[in-house]
């Protein structure tokens, strides 16, 4: 994963980020590229935020939707 400096996530536009409203702060979920995208699956699943992270994911990258990322990813009961 691209390494990706504080000066750098505040630059980043709000589509780049998977909880665009959070944008830059913590739990905002920065996607400017497929390996941070991954990433934020990861960091977000089983949290409040993880289906709106996995939509923000598969529109950015609808590859991934193809099972480069989001394969077998299951949103737990209750979640938003």
């Known amino acids: 994963m691209a390494k990706l400096s504080s000066a750098d996530r505040k630059n980043l536009p ?3 980020f998977a909880v665009p409203n959070k944008a830059p702060k913590s ?3 920065p996607i ?3 390996s941070h995208a ?3 699956l990861a960091r977000s699943s089983g949290k409040p935020v993880a289906s709106e992270v996995k939509t923000a994911v598969k529109k950015k990258f609808p590859s991934m939707g193809a099972g480069g990322g989001l394969k077998g990813f299951v ?3 209750g979640m938003v």
Do not use: L, R, V, Y
């Open 27 to 29: 739990g905002s979920f």
């Open 32 to 34: 400017p590229d497929k």
């Open 38 to 40: 991954q990433n934020a």
């Open 75 to 77: 949103a737990k009961k």
């Open 14 to 16: 709000e589509q780049d």
